[in-house]
């Protein structure tokens, strides 16, 4: 059995030896990667990165066949800055002596542009960068020259290496709000044909991640630049749920490591604490917080429910939530008037609600009505349940669909 050991609550980041849990969730991405590429998703503040992170550290930590490397792209900011980016972080990998790349073709591509020619080792990485006026056209082939030595890289026939984009649709967001939606386009269309063509020649995969679906991304580029590809139709889709029991209550009993004291039966408040945030490891953590700051770090089910109820009406709280509801006006400007309308609805409501009925309630066309409820479940706002060829929805969780009601009904 594993050891407890003392967490700080924290809605930031820690090591990814320190994340708890998602073992199974681990296995579950490492099976789909040895096969295909993947798309994650889930909404805000779900662990997604902090899972992504432990991810790849375990397919290293381990010593499996099968290896992840975690890029954070958030902060690039354009074509040429993408493949800096990938071999900064390639550099930082020397030292563990897994990654074995030449980089040949990043060697030939950047002496035939740039006048003083370099012999490319990874020991001297920091001297190869593309983000130079001379690769603005050329970053394509930069880009594809990276990729394929990391192809070409010295492994196993039945090795795979997987490339973890995390923030990839955030940034592509960026660019198009930044007048670069022609890059975006064109970035989507040379991964989709690196993908294709290293499949099997070096095994490599992709999973894309970000709080920004990559579903907004590509409907948003379908509707404003008239954007027809499905640049990841291939890959599977996997959707990073909330925490099973057995991690939330030990995520729990760390964090209460940290100078919590209980005033009554520890097991009960815990598995108070666990119902209440429905296993979610973010707001377990904000649940903590606010005992600790509110409550001098006495832990009964009575200041549990006190905690609880801060989060879900002390305006103090209120970003931890607001990013669901100003994200609709930001990513779905046309469909959200039609969108707070459903929310507003379901929130409302007790049980799951069909789809004939949330269209009988709501002042709006029938067909637009069935978009957003399509748009709202693929970005995980909702839940969608076909019983007897009949579709119903509901919130997809329930302390969402309370602070919604609380906060804007």
């Known amino acids: 059995m594993q050891k407890h050991y003392k967490l700080s609550p924290t809605v930031g980041t820690i090591?990814?030896?320190?994340?708890?849990?998602?073992?199974?969730?681990?296995?579950?991405?490492?099976?789909?990667?040895?096969s295909q590429s993947v798309v994650l998703s889930e909404i805000r503040r779900m662990g997604k990165t902090l899972f992504l992170q432990k991810f790849a550290y375990v397919t290293v930590k381990e010593n499996r066949p099968n290896?992840?490397?975690h890029f954070d792209l958030m902060q690039v900011v354009d074509v040429t800055e993408l493949t800096d980016n990938l071999l900064d972080k390639l550099r930082s990998k020397e030292n563990y002596g897994w990654l074995k790349v030449q980089l040949e073709r990043c060697r030939l591509l950047y002496n035939k542009f740039k006048p003083e020619k370099i012999d490319v080792k990874l020991s001297q990485l920091p001297e190869l960068s593309f983000k130079l006026p001379e690769f603005k056209t050329e970053w394509k082939k930069a880009l594809s020259a990276c990729i394929?030595?990391?192809?070409?890289?010295?492994?196993?026939?039945?090795?795979?290496?997987?490339?973890?984009?995390?923030?990839?649709?955030?940034?592509?967001?960026?660019?198009?709000?930044?007048?670069?939606?022609?890059?975006?386009i064109e970035l989507l269309s040379l991964l989709r044909s690196l993908r294709q063509s290293l499949q099997d020649k070096g095994r490599i995969r992709f999973v894309i991640c970000g709080s920004v679906g990559l579903e907004v991304v590509l409907n948003h580029l379908r509707t404003e630049f008239r954007y027809t590809a499905e640049p990841f139709n291939d890959a599977a889709k996997y959707s990073l749920e909330a925490m099973n029991d057995r991690d939330a209550v030990f995520l729990s009993e760390c964090l209460a490591l940290s100078g919590f004291t209980f005033t009554e039966?520890?097991?009960?408040?815990?598995?108070t604490i666990c119902q209440l945030t429905e296993n979610l490891p973010f707001y377990i953590n904000k649940l903590f917080a606010i005992l600790q700051n509110s409550f001098d770090s006495k832990i009964s089910r009575n200041t549990v429910y006190q905690a609880f109820d801060e989060l879900l009406t002390n305006v103090d709280q209120d970003t931890t939530f607001e990013q669901l509801d100003t994200r609709i006006s930001t990513y779905y400007p046309k469909q959200a008037d039609i969108m707070f309308k459903v929310l507003n609805y379901l929130s409302k409501k007790g049980a799951i609600t069909n789809e004939d009925t949330i269209k009988d309630s709501i002042q709006a066309d029938d067909k637009e009505i069935q978009q957003v409820l399509r748009l709202l479940t693929k970005d995980q706002y909702l839940r969608r349940i076909i019983e007897n060829e009949t579709r119903s929805y509901r919130f997809k969780y329930k302390l969402i669909q309370q602070w919604?009601?609380?906060?804007?009904t």
């Open 67 to 69: 290896k992840a490397i």
């Open 265 to 271: 039966s520890k097991e009960e408040a815990i598995n």
């Open 15 to 34: 090591p990814p030896d320190k994340v708890v849990g998602r073992l199974t969730e681990i296995e579950d991405l490492y099976t789909l990667t040895e």
């Open 404 to 408: 919604w009601k609380l906060n804007k």
């Open 148 to 184: 394929e030595d990391l192809a070409d890289r010295n492994h196993q026939e039945s090795e795979s290496l997987t490339l973890i984009l995390d923030e990839m649709p955030y940034m592509l967001w960026q660019w198009i709000l930044n007048g670069k939606a022609q890059d975006a």
